[in-house]
């Protein structure tokens, strides 16, 4: 009865037959024929969700045009995807990641791209003297380019949470769980950093993050969307840059067509004399 109503709230798993379908008898074979009847159920019902939840917000993020709201969409979608209460979006500059997104929803807090600006200092990759900067879940995450799940960060071992406390006590927050993912772009390297805190259960209660095949999707898409705005900026600049290169080879080869006549040569010549005289 217990597997049954785990199926019909999509929450089946294996383990709840384990103890009966290795079992060589009438309920035995029961159990193996529901067990691969609850995993059809379950596979089926992914893919449902993947075509009705997914692709559409796919199609929104590469139909976006305003790098910001692009980078907006990323956040909301994935807090949509997982109940998550807060989300921030970093994006790799040099040898640091940059806030470029941060949301809030039980505080209200809309910073970065079409909110108010996020004067919050770059999380370094490395420390001053060189070594990674393996404290901040952050950077750690797009140093190894693996994703971190936390239930809560408050009794997190290895990492240096003491700036989320902070904010925890100025707010009267509680920031528990936290999932934390590398944004790939071209040949798996990272463009930034999408970490989503607090997700929320139907009676708003904190609970760790799942793992989700949805948000799986999302993120491969929201990298592809991103990558792919970013090295078409980057190519822009690289041909205005050449367009600017350019202009400045026809002016300089404009004035040395000048200066290379007869008739400037005399007119400098002259002017020349005149000064001397002078």
């Known amino acids: 009865m217990e597997a049954a109503r785990a199926v019909a709230a999509g929450e089946y798993k294996p383990d709840l037959l384990a103890d009966l379908v290795h079992e060589p008898t009438e309920m035995g074979q029961l159990a193996r024929v ?38 907006e969409t990323v956040v909301i979608e994935s807090q949509k995807l997982t109940g998550a209460d807060g989300g921030t979006l970093y994006l790799l500059e040099g040898d640091a ?10 505080l ?27 404290a901040n879940v952050a950077s750690h995450v797009a140093l190894t380019h693996e ?13 240096d949470f003491s700036g989320t406390k902070a904010f925890d006590v100025r707010t009267g927050y509680r920031s528990k769980s936290f999932l934390t993912i590398p944004l790939e772009g071209e ?19 904190i609970v760790p993050f799942a793992s989700d095949d ?17 090295r078409e900026e980057k190519l822009v600049m690289e041909i205005a840059k050449l367009r600017i290169e350019i202009d400045q080879t026809r002016r300089e080869k404009q004035v040395s067509e000048i200066t290379d006549t007869s008739y400037f040569r005399k007119l400098r010549d002259q002017a020349r004399e005149f000064r001397n005289q002078k």
Do not use: C
Not at 147 to 157: K, L, S, T, V
């Open 34 to 71: 529901f067990d691969s009847m609850a995993r059809n159920v379950l596979a089926r019902d992914r893919q449902l969700r993947l075509l009705r939840v997914v692709i559409p917000r796919g199609v929104a993020l590469s139909a976006e045009k305003n790098f910001n709201r692009l980078l």
């Open 97 to 106: 990641l940059r806030f470029v997104i941060l949301r809030n929803t039980s």
């Open 108 to 134: 209200n807090i809309k910073m970065g791209g079409t909110g108010t600006p996020i004067t919050f200092n770059p999380i370094p990759l490395h420390t001053e003297d060189g070594q990674p900067n393996e």
């Open 147 to 159: 994703r971190i799940n936390i239930p809560d960060a408050y009794e997190a071992e290895g990492f």
């Open 187 to 205: 040949n798996n390297t990272i463009i930034g950093i999408l970490q989503l805190i607090n997700a929320l259960d139907e009676n708003d209660n």
């Open 214 to 230: 949805a948000l799986e999707a999302l993120v491969l898409l929201a990298s592809a969307a991103l990558d792919g705005y970013i």
